[in-house]
């Protein structure tokens, strides 16, 4: 069997999902974080400024890399890296020159403008950002959904009439909350979930953010869901609410996860147009500002798609593209 490096960011799980599906595929794969560290004042200076932590980031990696050397790598797929610097992936490819090394990004450069040193250094570069990748000359793949949301027929009744699960940062509170008084007629039950890492970030958000105005400590949670459970809600819910990041054109992966569900979406991303998927009966793009909702899609029912386009966009699908 080959082996597999994955470089990976934790965010929420997912990084187990994909390591999971490499191997059911017949790798046996190798998992490093990208930071070396995940404590909120960790993350916060290496996306301030990498040189703060910079001493940390190489006695990291060297440490890692030491471990890994003697292992004969078919692949090295990096994801959304943040702390490895291009010194660190050279230094990979000299120990492994054998390996294919593939890069893919669920950030948009113009929120992480450092992707542009690294793309050089890859086989191919994959972005979720289709403006990025025609701008760029990169290869265009959307995220994706794992099994916990492949459709079930008859599995899960509806027992919410609007989902949103969600980091809580940015006009996000906002947003949910304006969506709930203007449509209380149909969302009556309800799953809200604003998530933040601390509840020193509310008070900072608080201070520092008008989106937060009105907004009370306890809007909020500070455990995050693990992802089987965030697929049951997601189930269990007859819409689901995307809100995304003001900055980010490419499609989020709770977008993927209400699509592999077969779930009604509402979401401000008006990007998700382009996509072979889009359905007017199944997804409603809405205003962040003017937060309006047509009855029509409220009233209609979901309108099923050819197999192929769900299939398409499993994690699965996915990795296929990264190896």
Not at 65 to 77: A, D, G, L
Not at 175 to 187: D, E, P, V, W
Not at 268 to 295: C, K, L, W
Request: glycine content about 4%; charged content about 20%; aromatic content about 16%.
């Amino acid at each position: 069997m080959n082996n597999l490096l994955l470089i990976s960011p934790s965010f929420f799980g997912y990084q187990f999902e994909i390591q999971k599906a490499f191997e059911k595929k017949g790798f046996i794969v190798h998992l490093v974080d990208d930071r070396p560290s995940n404590s909120v004042l960790s993350k916060a200076l290496l996306r301030l400024n990498k040189r703060f932590v910079s001493s940390q980031i190489d006695r990291y990696f060297l440490n890692q890399f030491e471990q890994v050397k003697n292992i004969s790598f078919s692949n090295v797929v990096i994801l959304n890296p943040e702390a490895i610097n291009e010194y660190w992936i050279q230094t990979l490819q000299i120990q492994h020159p054998k390996a294919k090394f593939n890069l893919y990004l669920w950030d948009s450069f113009i929120n992480k403008p450092n992707f542009q040193k690294l793309t050089h250094l890859f086989e191919t570069v994959y972005t979720f950002d289709r403006m990025d990748a025609k701008t760029y000359s990169l290869s265009y793949l959307p995220l994706f959904f794992t099994d916990d949301f492949v459709f079930e027929p008859g599995v899960t009744k509806s027992i919410y009439d609007l989902c949103f699960i969600g980091t809580g940062h940015g006009d996000r509170p906002r947003i949910a909350k304006a969506l709930l008084r203007k449509y209380s007629t149909y969302f009556v039950s309800n799953f809200i979930f604003l998530f933040l890492q601390t509840k020193l970030l509310f008070f900072y958000f608080k201070l520092k953010d008008v989106h937060f105005k009105g907004s009370s400590l306890s809007d909020f949670h500070f455990q995050s869901l693990s992802l089987q459970y965030t697929a049951l809600r997601v189930k269990e819910s007859k819409f689901i609410l995307d809100i995304n990041h003001k900055n980010q054109r490419g499609l989020t992966m709770r977008t993927m996860e209400v699509h592999g569900a077969r779930k009604k979406l509402i979401t401000t991303n008006p990007n998700i147009r382009n996509e072979d998927f889009y359905h007017p009966n199944n997804i409603y793009v809405m205003d962040r500002q003017s937060v309006g909702i047509a009855d029509s899609f409220l009233q209609s029912e979901y309108h099923e798609l050819d197999n192929s386009l769900y299939e398409k966009y499993s994690i699965h699908a996915w990795i296929e593209n990264l190896i």
